[in-house]
């Protein structure tokens, strides 16, 4: 495998706000991500959150009026993926926070991946799964497993011996 830019990790997506405060309550109060601090010559409103190992960072829309609308949850719209530990406990909780959801299933080879896929306030898709039942697998080479909390160090070690 080869890595032309030398990357290491995803280290944040970026997300324009109607409203960067209705935004942050979703981010830490929905998703469990916690508040960082931003440079402050930033000469815009904005916020920046940290957690699982990757960073959001909410900037104020400069037109928000103009914003595209919440559109019907589409599986195959634009959409941010996040691993989760029980997939019951997901569906029960947004049930909780009255969220629309849709749940999806995808079977491969009689291994199962259940998805949840939700919007956040303005609209982008959010999708909770259980994706890392689903081996990855490269169109040639050996057959990788997604990276956990806990195996992703090794896994890239491993990753980094066969190059």
């Given at each position: 495998m080869e890595n032309p830019l030398h990357l290491k990790s995803l280290n944040h997506i970026s997300v324009v706000c109607r409203s960067v405060e209705k935004s942050l309550d979703f981010y830490q109060n929905i998703l469990g991500f916690f508040p960082i601090r931003r440079p402050g010559s930033f000469n815009f409103d904005g916020a920046w959150l940290f957690n699982y190992g990757i960073g959001i960072h909410l900037l104020q829309s400069e037109d928000p009026e103009n914003m595209p609308k919440i559109s019907t949850i589409n599986p195959k719209d634009n959409h941010i993926s996040f691993q989760c530990e029980s997939m019951v406990t997901?569906?029960?909780?947004?049930?909780?926070?009255?969220?629309?959801?849709?749940?999806?299933?995808?079977?491969?080879?009689?291994?199962?991946?259940d998805q949840?896929?939700?919007?956040?306030?303005?609209?982008?898709?959010?999708?909770?799964?259980?994706?890392?039942?689903?081996?990855?697998?490269?169109?040639?080479?050996?057959?990788?497993?997604?990276?956990?909390?806990?195996?992703?160090?090794?896994?890239?070690?491993?990753?980094?011996?066969?190059?």
């Open positions: 997901v569906e029960k909780r947004l049930k909780e926070m009255e969220i629309e959801y849709i749940k999806s299933r995808v079977e491969e080879g009689g291994i199962y991946v949840l896929f939700f919007h956040d306030p303005d609209g982008m898709m959010i999708e909770i799964c259980n994706c890392d039942n689903l081996p990855v697998i490269p169109l040639s080479g050996e057959t990788l497993r997604p990276c956990s909390t806990l195996h992703c160090s090794m896994q890239q070690q491993k990753i980094q011996q066969l190059v």
